[in-house]
């Protein structure tokens, strides 16, 4: 596929192209936040957010050519997994006493 | 060829996000997600950032998204009421997102930064390996007890109704799974 | 690179600490959740050794170890040591606390699991050196907030207000993650040493002022300043009470500790004077000005219109961030000095009004300000003491809380900060009308029952303990003065 290669060879990116492709998702992220009122769409935004650190800090890290920023992506990953642990076994738990408790105060942050 | 990967993975990646947060039920959403997540893998790849890409789509699209996957669905079909947000809410969460994307758009737009070349050794597993149990390495035990200490708060607090009928049915072992990967590593 | 064993002598207090969590899980573990009282000497005991050993080897002089991930100062040893006496005085409060109880005894255990973890999350906060630790130290202790919030059972407010927490909690973290990503960006580094040689050249601009922004987000969350206040009131009235007590001192008090080592080492350049002055291109004293000027009038303001005693407790400690954070917009060693003192002062006393909250709640049935009504007459000594906390928390003479503030408004107004530190004082009057409310319930409303109320004997024991050095620190201040100083000197003298 001689066209194709030559069309990729053009197509030059650095380290501002990935840091708008983060800023982006950052922002896509931010709103899901803001605008949803799902409880579990709005983890999954936050999970986005991270995942939009993760982008800019490996980019950096190539762009510095420094390994370190890759080392913090681990413990971004690390620190995704334990918040949506204990965020989500909250969500469980409230889910669970819903059955005695008033439901419209529920619906206050669960609609 | 990065450059058109690049395209292709990112904008695959950006109408995944935008239609994880669109999405009206939360398990469509939970797809959407996960999509994005292996694209942004695939982008980390285009980075040289081989162990990353690796656990991306491990832990993240794997394990993080099965378990909000898992709980979706554990907590069932729930009446979704429409989303109306407060007008005056959206505006100003708008222009908010809106300065801060602007701001940092402008901030990246500065200046052009082409990637320079690097060794063969960057991103791969024994590099960061390296470096994660040398330099990081008290930040790695430290990640250990915070997991641990996750796991012991997920299992307090979706345990609790232990002696009521409902307590075979909770996911108390779930959080573990991120967690459990973790203490392995670290023991 | 670079493990060796000495290291560990420095690290001892943080790894009896670290140690003792896991302990507390697995004496809980072994005795199967039924004899409570094992993890509760666990946290004891490894507190009791932990203090001994930081009391026994104060560091003289700045030790950057594991790795140059954490130092080791006076600075560390400040903190280390008050959060060392609340973790200790908030287990022994939680002991005899009907909540923490629980009605058939069970999860006891791992309250003192997490209050283990707590400690040694804030311990490791006020040490970090690199935006990985406070990344993680923060993350830890916020984790640990999140499960202690939702740790009342059969409250559908403590799940309600814990989810709330871990929500918008992880939503500011994630956005301090972006700006710490910024800051790796930026200088290619992520110690904050590296940090600050990397911004030495003047560079940055803009970039930096966001990761600031964003940096300052997450901490504000955690220390609960305006705008990033608004989960404190309900995660304060939803928690338990004790978890509510440990909130308002410990991660706070620790968001402090992070944010004062991070900008200190990180962000501020010693100019040609010897004085402090930040990165040129951030009117950073203007922006903290207005954030504190805020947090303690919108928490003064809201405070006023609260019946709940806890919840007006939960606006107090906002408005005293808002105080607090008035010594931190100045870049001087005394206004430094001057928050360390405050923060020290402050936990004793917001403690102790919050003891007072707990001992009561075993017994009367509300947290209104009606219920405690004629107190002054049923229980002479737990209202003098309740007395004491709030002519403190309100800054009056003869208490540390009025020395804590003198200096606080003090050095604002030697930066020049008139305006602030007037605002202060009227902000303090202010307060003054809502404690007063308290104590006019207390003395001045007769009671709808009489008799004692009878409150546990530990309780008691405790309130006194904490209401010695309120008052004696009101009188002799001048040791805590120097200590406090002192501890400074290592930090910004050699970085």
């Known amino acids: ?111 | 060829m990065q450059g058109l990967f690049f395209y292709l993975f990112g904008t695959v990646a950006v109408i995944s996000a935008l239609l994880t947060i669109t999405r009206r039920d939360p398990v469509t959403s939970a797809f959407w997600l996960i999509f994005c997540f292996l694209n942004v893998a695939a982008l980390f790849a285009t980075l040289s950032a081989h162990l990353i890409a690796v656990l991306q789509i491990l832990i993240y699209a794997g394990a993080i998204m099965v378990f909000f996957l898992f709980v979706t669905m554990f907590l069932g079909k729930e009446k979704r009421s429409a989303e109306r947000p407060n007008p005056v809410v959206f505006g100003v969460g708008v222009l908010t997102v809106g300065a801060i994307a602007g701001g940092l758009m402008r901030l990246v737009r500065s200046g052009s930064h082409d990637f320079g070349e690097v060794g063969p050794e960057h991103g791969t597993i024994e590099a960061v390996s390296r470096l994660l149990l040398s330099n990081y390495l008290f930040a790695f035990e430290l990640t250990g007890l915070l997991l641990t200490v996750a796991m012991v708060g997920a299992v307090l607090l979706a345990r609790r109704e232990a002696k009521g009928a409902r307590a075979t049915r909770t996911p108390a072992g779930a959080p573990s799974g991120p967690a459990g990967v973790e203490e392995v590593a670290d023991a | 690179m670079n493990f060796t064993w000495s290291d560990a002598a420095y690290f001892g207090p943080e790894a009896v600490m670290g140690l003792t969590f896991l302990l507390c899980v697995l004496g809980d573990l072994v005795t199967r959740g039924r004899r409570h009282v094992v993890p509760f000497g666990t946290l004891l005991v490894g507190t009791a050794i932990s203090l001994v050993l930081a009391l026994l080897h104060p560091p003289v002089s700045s030790h950057a170890i594991l790795g140059q991930m954490v130092v080791v100062d006076g600075f560390a040893h400040f903190f280390r040591l008050l959060f060392l006496g609340i973790t200790f005085v908030t287990a022994l409060l939680s002991w005899s606390s009907r909540e923490i109880m629980g009605r058939d005894r069970e999860h006891q255990g791992e309250f003192y699991a997490l209050a283990a973890m707590l400690c040694f999350g804030m311990m490791v906060m006020a040490e970090s050196a690199d935006i990985v630790m406070l990344a993680l130290s923060l993350e830890a202790v916020s984790i640990t907030s999140y499960i202690l919030a939702g740790f009342a059972r059969f409250s559908f407010r403590s799940s309600e207000a814990a989810l709330k927490y871990v929500l918008w909690g992880a939503v500011s973290s994630a956005v301090m993650l972006y700006g710490l990503s910024l800051f790796y960006g930026l200088t290619g580094a992520t110690s904050y040493e590296g940090i600050r040689a990397g911004l030495s050249g003047g560079q940055g601009g803009m970039a930096l002022l966001v990761a600031i922004l964003f940096v300052m987000a997450g901490i504000g969350y955690k220390i609960s300043a305006v705008p990033f206040h608004f989960w404190t009131p309900d995660v304060y009235e939803g928690a338990p009470a004790p978890v509510a007590a440990i909130f308002a001192s410990g991660p706070k008090i620790a968001g402090f500790a992070l944010m004062i080592r991070f900008f200190y080492v990180a962000l501020v350049q010693d100019d040609s004077q010897g004085t402090l002055a930040l990165l040129d291109d951030v009117q950073w004293p203007w922006v903290l000005a207005i954030i504190s000027a805020a947090t303690m009038t919108l928490g003064n303001m809201a405070a006023i219109r609260q019946n709940s005693v806890r919840r007006l407790l939960a606006y107090s400690s906002i408005a005293h961030v808002g105080y607090m954070l008035m010594g931190f917009v100045v870049l001087s060693a005394n206004g430094l000095a001057a928050v360390l003192f405050y923060l020290f002062v402050y936990a004793i006393m917001t403690i102790g009004a919050f003891l007072v909250v707990v001992a009561l709640n075993n017994r009367v049935s509300g947290e209104e300000i009606d219920d405690y009504a004629g107190l002054g007459f049923r229980e002479p000594l737990v209202a003098a003491m309740m007395f004491l906390f709030l002519i403190s928390l309100t800054g009056l003479p003869p208490t540390a809380g009025f020395i804590g503030k003198f200096y606080l408004f003090a050095a604002a107004g030697e930066a020049g900060l008139w305006w602030l530190a007037i605002l202060g004082v009227l902000n303090s009057v202010v307060s003054l009308y809502y404690y007063m409310r308290i104590a006019r319930a207390m003395y001045f409303t007769p009671p709808e029952l009489s008799g004692r109320v009878g409150l546990a004997q530990a309780h008691l024991i405790l309130l006194v303990v904490l209401a010695v050095p309120t008052l004696v620190l009101g009188v002799f201040w001048s040791p805590l003065k120097e200590f406090a100083d002192q501890s400074l000197r290592m930090l910004l003298g050699g970085g």
């Open chain 1, 1 to 111: 596929m001689p066209d194709l290669q030559s069309l990729g060879d053009n197509l030059q990116v650095g380290l501002e192209h990935y840091l708008t492709l983060s800023v982006m998702l950052f922002s896509i992220g931010t709103l899901g936040v803001i605008f949803r009122r799902n409880v579990l769409v709005m983890f999954m935004s936050v999970e986005l957010m991270l995942t939009s650190v993760n982008i800019s800090l490996v980019a950096f890290s190539r762009y510095l050519d420094d390994l370190n920023g890759h080392v913090l992506v681990l413990f971004v990953l690390a620190v995704a997994a334990a918040e949506a642990g204990v965020g989500l076994a909250i969500l469980v738990e409230i889910f669970k006493k819903r059955d005695t408790v008033d439901v419209d105060e529920f619906r206050q942050l669960m609609e």
